[in-house]
């Protein structure tokens, strides 16, 4: 698969090939294909969450011409392979950290962004009026061992003056809701949080952002970009556009060429999820997982789990390292192994489909919005964690590069770090998944 570290160019339509659950079931609105016009005011490259939503508010709200580009089809990259969980955060940084770091009236502040995220995507799902299979759930942090679990109850009481509820899930409570899961030490339930359908999500994006008149190209991959006089100069699927505002909003797909700066600000790391055959009724009520239930363990490689609709199990983890060995059958093994540790008691739970995507990680796990050059603006870096945030940092996006005020929050104040040894990453990524498989 299109490796963002080796791949010089995204190709046209990158995303032909990946066999996910989500593409096999899920209807999705006509994408009419069009020309890539001559000029434009903004020009947005990437037609995942991030874009969709920074070009529906550019030409609905600000009432400017945008032009909407992707190398692929809309929702190419990791917006229509997900897990489909809506939860309220991202990045990997948890409250302790942002009350440590920011102190407590930041992190009340970003955990009510996080909350308003939430209330953005629901609010557009129910707007675009394309179904979505919005369930509403809760986020289930459960401590991989007793001292992890410990930490996440300390951090309940400061959710108290949030929009968030947070409720302690008692080893005895975990035990009695999820008798089938291995590891019973309990764990933070909070809310709000939803389950849905991630490729019907961009669908309702696009039915969106077609009503508001932007112009949509697929399969124009972005080749060249120059500056001169204030207008940039993009060469897309090979043909020319001029534009005053460039939006990258590309997160873990972004190709090292044209955005050599950009690329070393961020690191893109394979994610895999796997998709099990239909659970009995039996089964479902032995395990104890629902379709209210989104979980994710506390590990540093975490393990993340959800009961699909029609009673199979989505079960997500780390990848391979590089993009060739994405659909290796080593990595498809290993995540089968996985989830037969987590439900030791349910049997030949196989792969009935598997997948991976590039997710962007943040050198210090905080996304970033911002401008690293005149009339450019970019948003990435959600860690793995960026349906409900990626979309409304969309929005915030649009207003930012607008000149309108965004929440006074630590990822929309300054740039995303720069990898210092940027070559290295995969070699620290590699040293690091040896080191896990000892971890406890």
Known sequence: MYDPLKSRDIPAFHEFGIASYWAAVTPFPDTNAVALPRKAEVVVIGAGYTGLNAAIEIAQQQHREVVLIDAGGVGA?????????????????????YASKFGDDVAHAVQNEFANSIAHVKNAVETSDWPCELIEARYLRLGHNAKAAATLQQHQPAYANTLLTAQWLSPEAQQAQLPGLKWQHGGLSLTPAAALNPRALTGAYLRLAQRAGVTIVTGHPVTEWGQSVGKHTLIAGGHEIQCDQVLVCTNGYLPQQPFPELSTRQFPVLSSILVSRPLSAAEQQHCGLTVNDLVMDTRTLKYYYRLLPDGRILFGGRGAVEGKHADDAAQ?????????ATFPDLSDLHADYFWSGWISVALDSMPRIYSPANGVYTSSGYCGAGVAFASLAGKRLAQYCNGEAVPDLPFYQSELPRYPFAAARR????????????RK
């Open 77 to 97: 990259g990791a917006s229509s392979r997900n897990a489909g969980f809506l939860l309220p955060g991202t990045g990997r940084l948890s409250y302790g950290d």
């Open 332 to 340: 498809k093994q290993r995540m089968e192994k996985a989830l037969a």
């Open 427 to 438: 070699i620290a990524l590699r040293a690091m998944y040896s080191i896990d498989r000892f």
